[in-house]
């Protein structure tokens, strides 16, 4: 072989466990993870994010959550082999192995902690650390494979990044960043339990208590409307306080009427592909209702 292509051979091998070591990361939750992070960082001020801030918080917060995906990842490993959305992730598939894992969620996890703690604040640091373990260990260890509700318990952690945001920019957690908090702790269920409803099958054959496995279908879908309705009259608390104006009501109320639909939709007349179509919404509907929000801040 020449040395062109010994070269070529390597750099091909470089790339392919490139993409695995990102792909543990789950960039696409990751995405929408820093997208409300960075809401709330500029929600936070009247003004404009300081360069650093806005550097700092969205890098370390990135870093952070890529190093809980990965855990995840590497505890769900077997999990994942037997279920079809996850089997070509990269443990499953052999591309890396648990201690190459291991090892790549300390570094970019430690790298993001210290990111934040030099150069946002201390308070951001402890509270995505402590985020990272809500994730990483108490839903991921602990939670999902003991009871149904893992969803509702362990959404906290995952209603934390714009709470992460404000704190990054104000250095404290205000009733605002709260809100915005519950906004994300109410739409986790019936975002994933839209999830679970047409993964059933494949819950159950990985042995996991998800709610329409350990309920059934037909109470997982009341439980999907119930905390849609509950989503709803949440999304309108930042209007309610004064948080936001008359932009951003017209946005939740759309966005929430929509939401609405699919779940009673979901109720009343259940497929697969409904299910199927109401995950897909709940993630446009977060990602638009948290930039009304950034919209109608500047408006005002």
């Known amino acids: 072989m020449t040395t062109h292509a010994l070269l070529s051979a390597s750099a091909r091998s470089f790339a392919q466990r490139a993409r695995a070591y990102y792909a543990l990361t789950k960039p696409r939750v990751v995405s929408l993870i820093v997208f409300t992070a960075i809401i709330g960082m500029f929600l936070a001020t009247p003004g404009m994010v300081a360069p650093q801030i806005l550097l700092a918080g969205t890098l370390g917060i990135a870093l952070v959550a890529g190093a809980a995906a990965a855990v ?22 052999g591309e890396l192995t648990s201690v190459q894992t291991l090892v790549f969620s300390g570094v970019i996890g430690g790298a993001g902690l210290w990111i934040l703690a030099h150069y946002a604040n201390a308070l951001t640091m402890w509270l995505t650390l402590a985020t990272f373990v809500g994730y990483a260990v108490i839903y991921t260890v602990i939670l999902k494979p003991a009871t149904p509700q893992n969803i509702v318990i362990g959404g906290a952690s995952g209603a934390m990044p714009p709470v992460l945001g ?20 109410a739409w986790t269920p019936p975002h994933f339990w839209s999830l679970a409803l047409y993964r059933t099958e494949e819950y159950a054959k990985a042995g996991l208590p998800m709610l329409p496995v350990t309920h059934g279908k ?7 409307l119930l905390y849609t309705i509950i989503l709803f009259g ?31 939709r979901i109720y009343v007349a259940y497929s697969d592909a409904l299910a199927q179509r109401t995950f897909r919404f709940s993630i446009a509907y977060l990602a638009a209702l948290f930039a009304a929000l950034l919209v109608d801040h500047y408006l005002g």
């Open 218 to 224: 037909e109470y997982t879908r009341l439980q999907v």
């Open 234 to 264: 949440t999304s309108l608390l930042p209007f309610a306080i004064g948080m936001s104006g008359i932009a951003y009501l017209a946005a939740a109320v759309a966005l929430g009427a929509a939401f609405l639909f699919y779940a009673v």
């Open 166 to 185: 404000w704190a990054a920019v104000t250095g404290e957690v205000s009733t605002e960043a709260s809100l915005l908090f519950l906004i994300i702790f």
């Open 72 to 93: 995840n990842c590497l505890v769900e490993q077997k999990i994942d082999a037997v279920m079809q959305r996850t089997r070509a992730r990269p443990l499953p598939r």
